[in-house]
């Protein structure tokens, strides 16, 4: 297996945890509240907490499914911005970056 098979094997992986953890948020904040006002307060707080996580997989999972497309049009491991390589060491650290270390900083 060629370290781009490696990386999208390892993409798909994040990407089916993240779409299961997103349908347990979702399940969670529906989830009926409690009448009893403390109780309510708390169970809002955690509700943001759980958006937030929610939020930040979501754009996670655009990320993958960028870099997953970006395979299959033969433009994964090229910087989004310069065109340049992006390093074996990056992609391996960070599978789904657009962007060399140049240009992301």
Do not use: W
């Amino acid at each position: 297996m060629t370290s781009s098979e490696a990386r999208k094997a390892q993409m798909r992986q994040r990407l089916a945890v993240l779409k299961g953890r997103l349908s347990g948020i979702s399940t969670e904040l529906v989830a009926e509240h409690s009448s009893d006002s403390e109780d309510l307060a708390i169970e809002r707080e955690g509700d943001e907490v759980l958006e937030s996580i929610g939020n930040a997989g979501l754009l996670e999972i655009r990320r993958i499914e960028a870099a997953l497309a970006r395979i299959e049009l033969g433009d994964y491991g090229l910087c989004v911005t310069c065109g340049g390589q992006i390093e074996p060491e990056r992609l391996d650290a960070l599978p789904d970056t657009p962007f060399c270390r140049n240009c992301a900083s």
